[in-house]
């Protein structure tokens, strides 16, 4: 076995792993925790221990092992290096990615060291930490390549300004294991006496999160979202109950060095310890360098994902018909105008598009003014609309075409030509605009329900052909008072349902960070939530060999009904894989048993 070259270099991730209250807590009880600092056990007002990130995050350090083929025999965990961007919220999903990043050598008989590093994301689309782990690999050395570079911290020649005392359970790695890294040298005495040991030892990862505790304890106690850095090397294996102190000594405004000690022996087994402690960073979602497109953004919720888009910094393509709210007259300039106006006064860039997004020209035209004004298309926002309500029995073919024609054709022929520059430069954000009435249904609105709805479609197929270049696709269906709107929304209500309380997710759906694709979103007067189509378990009717009785089928409408159990499929291929599934599973558990959100991302 030799370590694999090749894998320098290459992504490993996205990996995924959801979490909640519990599992950051299980983590606090993992390391040590208790009543004495409640806030990272119990679920009211829950703090995450920083150092939650690196187990939370254990599967990384699985994948690096494989990819770099490594003797696993041989393999200790060195040093840790964790960098804090936002403190991490007490539930969500973790997104992961990052790579090896080299291999040392350190001589035949001394073994290797592999360095990887990960970012790590939360399903908000904060970037939360970036951890860098050495894997040292005792039986990997000799391989030829360079020497690792030298890492020195100095220790101050004082007594240190604080210690903890601390004595990990004599059964703690066994709590401790539940969060992830089951390896059987911390579990199994049969294991841990053939690796050369006379009892399971503890994780130095567990040692490494009282260590956490201890420094936050002693530099900002109860604000563990002030840790930045955390960084330690393990230096010696420790038995589970035996006595530990954390020493700490301060270097500066916010910054300490810091080791643990085996305090019956006085041996090191983390060292050269660094924490940094500062305040929360600002970390506001900003669009500079990019461009927008907003159709139908001369009124209304458009107007305002315009203003919001360009006061964070994005430059806009104002583009707006200037029609009547069904879409007739000659069309006009002016409400274009007045929001470029206002953003340009207010310092920002933008510039007019009068074009009709109902014609392929008319798309064509406005991201041609985009890419003529400020050379690229970053953000599509489909949003332009007009409404023709007739009963269906009175629908007219011309009402009925005049709708399709601007909300659906509408972000076919704005959205085409913007994806080929998207897809070109490997990035984009694309928002469609639905409806309450087309996910449910409203009487009076054939048309536009139709229309609506439709557009989802369009999203569910862009989601998945914009995956490799980075193009994330969503869809809102807003509720606001705006002149589609203003005889239909209750008066009183009015100032609630001004559009500034729908353009925040919007903003979320068009940024960088952007965790998404192919949702919907609910999003008016302050209340969001998200929207899918579930499919139910199912069932197989008639035994599979032969085609069903209309009577079997009427028999099994309960169960083929059901929603119970449902899930949401991310494609096609993934429902029929369930489909061909139900065929080779015995009878009595047919069909998708789990709640899970299939690739959401
Ligand atoms: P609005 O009428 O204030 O704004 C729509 C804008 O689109 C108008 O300025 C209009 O001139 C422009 N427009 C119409 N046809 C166009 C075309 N062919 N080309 C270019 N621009 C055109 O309406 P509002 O309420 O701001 O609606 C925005 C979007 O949100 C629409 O798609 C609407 O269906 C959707 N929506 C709104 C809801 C609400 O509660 N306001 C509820 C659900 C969906």
Known sequence: MALNMDAIGKKIGPLTKAYTWKDCSLYALGVGAGFSDLDYCYEKDLKVIPSFSIAAVFDFLSHVGAASNVNLAGVLHGEQELVFHNPIPPEGELITEGAITAYYDKGKDKGALVVATCDTRHSNGQKLFTATATIFSRLDGGFGGPEAPSKHVVFPDR???FTVTETPAANQPLLYRLSGDIFQLHADPEFARMAGFEKPIMHGLCTHGFACRA???????????????????????????????????KTG????????????????????????????????IRFDGRVAIVTGAGAGLGRTYALELARRGAAVVVNDLGSARDGSGA?????????????????????ANYDNVATAEGGASIVQTAVEAFGRVDIVINNAGILRDKSFARMTPENWNAVLAVHLNGAFHVTRPAFEIMKRQGYGRIVMTTSAAGLYGNFGQANYTAAKLALTGLMNTLKLEGQKYDIKVNTIAPVAASRLTED?????????????????????????????????????????????????????????????????VAAAMDKISTLTDGKEYFQLNDQLGDVLAAFSAPAAKLGPKTKTTAGTR
């Not at 069309?331 to 933008?350: H, K, N, T």
């Not at 960088?512 to 579930?534: D, H, K, L, T």
Request: charged fraction near 20%; proline fraction near 10%.
């Open 159 to 161: 007594a240190p300004d």
């Open 215 to 249: 420094l936050i304890a002693s530099l900002c106690p109860g604000q563990p979202e002030l840790v930045r850095r955390f960084d330690g090397r393990f230096s010696k294996p420790l038995y589970p109950g035996v006595p530990i102190e954390t020493r700490i000594w």
């Open 253 to 284: 405004d916010g910054k300490a060095v810091w080791r643990t000690v085996n305090a019956e022996t006085g041996d090191v087994v983390i060292d050269m310890g660094v924490c940094e402690i500062g305040p929360v960073p600002r970390d506001e």
């Open 331 to 351: 069309g006009s300039s002016s409400p274009a105008d007045q929001v470029v106006a206002e953003i340009l006064a207010a310092g920002g860039q933008a510039v």
């Open 488 to 552: 239909i929304l209750p008066p009183d209500l009015l100032e609630k349902l001004s559009p500034e309380y729908v353009a925040p997710m919007v903003m979320v759906l068009c940024s960088e960070r952007c965790p998404v694709s192919g949702r919907i979103y609910n999003a008016g007067m302050g209340f969001f939530n998200r929207a899918a189509v579930v499919t139910g378990p199912g069932t197989v009717v008639g035994g599979g060999e032969q085609a069903p009785t209309v009577d079997d």
